[in-house]
């Protein structure tokens, strides 16, 4: 006699299922593995380009054609002496006296030392010229009125007529046009 599967009990019947827990546990640890697995595998392989991208930004300096030296100023100039004769000039006011200007080939010396006694007021760079600029006249076209025509429709003589929609004047515009040719 064979038994059938519907004649067996309840607690044999059922196969026991393992929970949605007994799943997500493992499948996060193993998720958790995988990323971090990943995580260093990328920054050892990014950390590689980079310095590949470092090492072929960084080249030898290559080697001067030709070397450019300013020359050494002929003198330099003792600051503690400067400043002294400033201050004596200052105490003990000198004439100058007019040189012409064809004379000195050299241009003025250029100022080093800014200070309120040294300070020489000069004009606004940035001025520009005040001309009065008088604008063109335009010569203004009269507009013509535009002609809309309108692809299927017929234009009439009364479409023409004055007035607004609807009113007297129109009516009696429309109804005057064209009397001869109609039946």
């Known amino acids: 006699m064979k038994a059938e599967?519907?004649?067996a009990p309840d607690y044999i019947r059922r196969r026991?299922?393992?929970?949605?827990?007994?799943?997500l546990i493992p499948g996060l640890i193993g998720t958790a593995i995988m990323l971090a697995a990943l995580q260093i595998a990328s920054s050892s392989f990014l950390k590689g380009t980079a310095q590949g991208i470092a090492d072929k930004r960084i080249q030898p300096k290559p080697?001067?054609?030709?070397e450019i030296t300013r020359a050494e100023p002929a003198a330099t100039k003792d600051w503690d002496r400067v400043v002294e004769e400033v201050a004596a000039r200052g105490a003990t006011p000198q004439q100058?006296?007019?040189?012409?200007?064809a004379a000195?080939?050299?241009?003025?010396?250029?100022?080093?030392?800014?200070?309120?006694?040294n300070?020489?007021?000069?004009?606004?760079?940035n001025i520009v010229p005040a001309t009065r600029v008088i604008p063109e006249q335009t010569v203004t076209i009269p507009s013509r009125q535009k002609k809309i025509v309108v692809v299927g429709k017929e234009s009439r003589i009364s479409d023409f007529c004055?007035?607004?929609?609807?009113?007297i004047?129109?009516?009696?515009?429309?109804?005057?046009?064209?009397?001869?040719?109609?039946?």
């Open 96 to 101: 100058q006296t007019p040189q012409p200007q």
């Open 16 to 23: 026991p299922r393992k929970g949605a827990i007994a799943w």
């Open 169 to 183: 004047e129109r009516r009696n515009c429309k109804a005057s046009v064209n009397l001869n040719t109609r039946n």
């Open 119 to 125: 300070y020489v007021p000069q004009g606004a760079t």
């Open 162 to 167: 004055p007035g607004g929609e609807g009113s």
């Open 104 to 117: 000195t080939a050299e241009p003025p010396p250029k100022q080093t030392v800014f200070n309120d006694g």
């Open 5 to 7: 599967w519907n004649d």
């Open 63 to 66: 080697a001067p054609v030709a």
